[in-house]
């Protein structure tokens, strides 16, 4: 008789307190989330971080708090006249991704991998998993390659699933022997999936779900509220209805009538994020100085998102201060601040649902894409988000961003053109949205649901 697949209700979900693209990645995740009774949960999400939970053995938290310190400081430091962009870049060069053509075997583990493996051998990780089998062996859902491998290798006795988080992945994401593992993954688009059979992970590990977007924007799998802001939207980025006009049936057929003719009261909105590294902070200043004529006339909304920062709030703080001083704006100048990184999520995804452009650099937010924002790309910080980047170019959803400093320029050209409204509607229909009820789905209930309709890239 075939083996009939347990169904669960609850999961592991593991992540790790770098930056925000691992952390971002598990927040949808939470509904499902638990942890067992010896691992004290402070938050209400029950994700673990797996460099940070309570009672974590001081040498597993020192080998996690120097590879945080290290990535965070090396990127501010890229800043730095002479020396900065050559430290920077050689860290960049240690954690590459090759180029995926020709095709050819890329299984051999780097120096990066035998290091985590030689670090795991020495009983890295051994806390963590020998806690989550005391209980139930739940589905161990991780955003970070690391915790995967100690779970294999300490030998975690449920399944063990791998969410990456970027458009591609360096070798660092597949196990030291791929062939032998049985980690699964979860790829967020074609080409991560091509590009881990490269590594030699087996085909039959992977399955395409798309990024776990935040189920606050998307209202269940038929999207109600993401395409109730969506057509919200349009009418903002679209004030000519050049792209309205011309493209009517398809809207109709993808949103509806009733989606389409819906516009909320508030100006034009544009949200600027910075990293978790705090690097960038500078141009969200160069973007309010170029817009704050229009915001002053109440024309425009500008969110700053500090993230967890308080160095970033309070230079933002500063900056508002000294451009605002007679207060003019009336409140359309916003900075989005939460020491609680969970609590920064929560308020991040609330304006998403008013936010009518969203300007970053191409991190794991690429994939908000997916949520029918267009995206105004900064520079990149690191090779990967140099594939992010590509991303959205193929898919069509996001722009580079002109100079700054006349984006009072540009910005309204654009707008004029139906560019932003068209950018907007291909990241809806080309970015995958349901990722997160497609990872609940494999994982929870065992259906094998996965996306065949993506690009390759």
């Not at 945080?68 to 430091?77: D, F, G």
């Not at 819906?262 to 141009?283: C, M, N, W, Y």
């Not at 990184?341 to 997916?370: A, C, H, M, R």
């Not at 309204?412 to 932003?420: I, K, P, T």
């Amino acid at each position: 008789m075939p083996k009939i697949k347990k169904v669960f209700r609850k999961a592991y979900v593991v992540t790790v307190d770098m930056g925000y693209g691992h952390q971002r990645a598990a927040y949808p995740l939470q509904d499902i989330a638990t942890a067992p009774s010896c691992i004290p949960i402070s938050t209400q999400h029950n994700v673990i971080n797996a460099n940070s939970y309570v009672g974590i053995p001081k040498l597993d938290k020192a080998r996690w708090e120097g590879g945080r310190k290290l990535y965070e400081t090396v990127s501010r430091m890229k800043k730095l006249p002479i020396v900065g962009k050559p430290i920077f870049d050689f860290m960049d060069y240690l954690q590459r991704i090759k180029p995926f053509y020709p095709h050819r075997d890329l299984s051999a583990p780097t120096q990066q991998v035998k290091q985590i493996y030689r670090m795991i051998g020495r009983g890295w990780g051994k806390d963590l998993i020998n806690k989550l089998n005391e209980e139930e062996a739940l589905p161990f859902i991780t955003t970070f390659f690391t915790p995967a491998y100690f779970a294999e290798e300490h030998g975690y006795k449920g399944d063990i699933y791998c969410l990456c988080t970027d458009t591609d992945v360096s070798r660092a994401w597949a196990p030291l022997k791929p062939q032998k593992s049985r980690i699964k993954y979860f790829a967020p688009n074609k080409r991560v999936k091509e590009r881990l059979k490269l590594y030699g992970v087996k085909e039959k590990n992977i399955f395409v779900t798309g990024f776990p977007l935040p189920k606050e924007n998307i209202g269940g799998k038929s999207a109600a509220i993401l395409k109730k802001s969506l057509g919200c939207r349009l009418a903002h980025l679209d004030p000519g209805k050049r792209y309205q006009k011309k493209y009517k049936h398809t809207l109709d057929s993808y949103l509806g009538r009733s989606y389409c003719t819906k516009k909320e009261s508030h100006p034009l909105t544009i949200t600027f994020a910075v990293g978790g590294a705090g690097a960038q902070r500078d141009l969200g200043i160069q973007i309010l100085d170029s817009l704050h004529p229009h915001i002053d006339k109440g024309e425009i909304q500008l969110n700053l998102v500090a993230g967890s920062r308080e160095d970033v709030f309070r230079y933002y703080e500063k900056e508002v201060k000294k451009l605002h001083f007679s207060k003019k704006h009336k409140g359309n100048v916003q900075i989005i601040y939460d020491a609680d990184k969970v609590e920064y999520f929560k308020k991040f995804n609330q304006i998403l649902l008013t936010t009518d452009i969203l300007w970053t650099k191409p991190s794991e937010l690429s994939f908000y894409s997916g949520l029918g924002v267009p995206i105004i790309m900064a520079p990149t910080i690191g090779s990967q988000e140099e594939y992010n980047r590509a991303w959205l170019h193929a898919i069509g959803s996001g722009f580079e961003q002109e100079d700054p400093r006349y984006t009072h320029e540009w910005l309204f050209d654009w707008l004029e053109s139906g560019w932003l409204a068209q950018a907007a509607m291909e990241g809806f229909l080309d970015a995958p949205h349901n990722g997160v009820y497609h990872i609940e789905d494999i994982a929870l209930r065992g259906e094998m649901n996965q996306i065949e309709d993506v690009h390759l890239l």
